[in-house]
């Protein structure tokens, strides 16, 4: 029902940036959270970043204080702002939208990712 494009992906250096985009094919200020995970090959996908439709956002402990998730709800599009990156951050991330009906039913939808490569 929801559709996610992720864009923004590519190389990298160690200490460079890049910016993340995933845009939403509904409105996401009815999406409970928004979020960013990551997955490196062999490993579990894990959280990156989330930011719920107030506008609170959470981090893992790896990202702390590099990277910034925000969102922009007359795009319908929520970003990753990624800085200081190393070759850990490798990975293949993946936008996240969950949310609540009101009837307390549980949606979760995923975009197909976008591959972030920092050589070591």
């Known amino acids: 029902q929801v559709h996610l494009v992720e864009s923004g992906g590519g190389l990298v250096q160690p200490g460079g940036s890049l910016r993340l985009s995933c845009a939403a094919s509904e409105d996401i200020s009815r999406i409970d959270v928004m979020g960013w995970y990551r997955q490196a090959p062999g490993k579990q996908r894990d959280l990156v970043a989330t930011?719920?439709?107030?506008?609170?956002?959470n981090y893992a402990d790896s990202v702390k204080g590099r990277f910034t998730v925000s969102r922009d709800n007359a795009e319908n599009t929520v970003h990753l702002q990624m800085n200081s990156l190393k070759p850990d951050d490798a990975a293949v991330y993946l936008c996240?939208?969950?949310?609540?009906?009101?009837?307390?039913?549980?949606?979760?939808?995923w975009g197909q990712g976008t591959q972030v490569t920092v050589p070591s």
């Open positions: 930011i719920t439709n107030g506008g609170r956002t």
């Open positions: 996240n939208a969950y949310f609540r009906d009101t009837d307390g039913l549980e949606f979760d939808y």
